[in-house]
């Protein structure tokens, strides 16, 4: 029986080796009508082949006035990335269109609107330096978290 028990947790042990629980791939991350998101860092492990983002504005107000994205890229593209979609304003979604730094991104979504979004995670680098932000009216000057793959 002993025996049994100890075979039984090296199994276990085995499985959450290489597969990593499906809820570790998802995050759920909210905003409102202030320039934060409910978390200020995000860790996925390197075994989910990927990652979902379920964002959630929970203000009141709308995306004209307090809209919000997600988007993910190397923290040295940050800046650029916010220049270009300030050049892109609100019609452009704040993001220059087909610019490849960025890695993921949402649309913009106003209070009570929610967006998700899935993207494979093998181009990301574990331990590398991402960060997710928002680029509505330069909100990522304070609007921003660390984006981590860990493992
Ligand atoms: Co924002």
Redesign the pocket.
């Known amino acids: 029986m002993r025996q049994l028990q100890f075979f039984a947790t090296l199994l276990l042990m085995n499985a959450s080796v290489q597969f990593a629980n499906a809820d570790e791939c998802v995050v759920a991350i909210d905003?409102g009508d202030a320039?934060s998101y409910s978390k200020q860092a995000i860790t996925i492990p390197s075994s989910c082949a990927s990652a979902t983002i379920n964002f959630t504005h929970n203000g009141s107000l709308p995306a004209a006035v307090?809209?919000?994205?997600w988007v993910l890229a190397k923290t040295a593209d940050l800046q650029g990335i916010q220049n270009d979609g300030n050049v892109a304003g609100m019609s452009g979604g704040y993001l220059k269109d087909g610019d490849s730094r960025i890695l993921a991104a949402t649309n913009i979504i106003g209070g009570g609107e929610s967006a998700s979004i899935t993207f494979p995670t093998k181009s990301l680098e574990a331990g590398g330096d991402y960060s997710f932000f928002?680029?509505?009216?330069s909100?990522s000057v304070v609007?921003k978290g660390s984006f981590t793959i860990s493992g």
Not at 134 to 137: A, G, K, L, N, Q
């Open positions: 905003a320039l307090m809209g919000h994205n928002c680029t509505v009216m909100h609007m």
